[in-house]
């Protein structure tokens, strides 16, 4: 683990104000996560909310979450750190709680949309075991997105392909990423 300047606390329950600040650090964000501000009846229905909370200030400098699926294999995202905060390990720390909720839940598998070009959010993931599985298009025209997806099982024998070809229903599977 990096030096941490501040002391953090990791909840995994929050209270609706939490949430709240936890949305607003998901839309400053604007173009990281996504171009427009986040369906916050989706966040806050999310199966699980992981927060990274400065002990000091009480503020809100961390989120991530398992997305609202009951299913075995579920999504991970929202992940934002304060820029303020980053390269202190947060980051990292959000997805290791992250797992352990999934092990602890007895999911399969969870796995990643990460924009092609996000090299710190690929790097936890790398580091974290996740593996690449494909790579996925998404908007049209001048709004067009490119994703990879990595995933993590927690079982032997998970049948990968099975799983995934039912999940990101809403992107286009692409053969790879082209060169912009
Ligand atoms: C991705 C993100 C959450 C990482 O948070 P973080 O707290 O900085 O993460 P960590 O400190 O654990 O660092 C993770 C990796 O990011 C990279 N990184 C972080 N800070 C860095 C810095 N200042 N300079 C260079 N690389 C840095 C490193 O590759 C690091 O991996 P390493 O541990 O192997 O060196 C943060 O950059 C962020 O909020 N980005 C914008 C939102 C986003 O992209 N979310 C992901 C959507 S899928």
């Excluded at 990595?150 to 692409?174: C, E, G, Q, R, W």
Aim: include cysteine; proline fraction near 3%.
């Amino acid at each position: 683990m990096k030096k941490q300047t501040c002391r953090i606390n990791y909840i995994t329950s929050a209270n609706a104000q939490q949430l709240e600040e936890a949305a607003d650090l998901l839309d400053e964000g604007k173009g990281e996560i996504t171009p427009l501000p986040i369906d916050r009846v989706r966040f806050r229905r999310s199966r699980k909310h992981f927060l990274a909370i400065d002990e000091s200030s009480h503020k809100v400098v961390g989120v991530a979450v398992l997305k609202d699926d009951q299913d075995d294999a579920v999504e991970i995202g929202y992940l934002r750190v304060e820029p303020a905060y980053r390269g202190q390990g947060i980051g990292t720390e959000l997805m290791r709680i992250q797992i352990m909720e999934a092990r602890r839940l007895k999911l399969k598998l969870i796995y990643a949309n990460v924009k092609h070009d996000n090299q710190n959010s690929i790097a936890i993931l790398k580091n974290m075991g996740f593996q690449h599985w494909a790579s996925y298009t998404s908007g049209k025209g001048r709004g067009t997105l490119y994703w990879l997806c990595f995933y993590l099982i927690f079982v032997p024998d998970v049948n990968v392909k099975a799983i995934m070809s039912k999940k990101n229903t809403n992107l286009t599977l692409i053969d790879s990423i082209p060169k912009l």
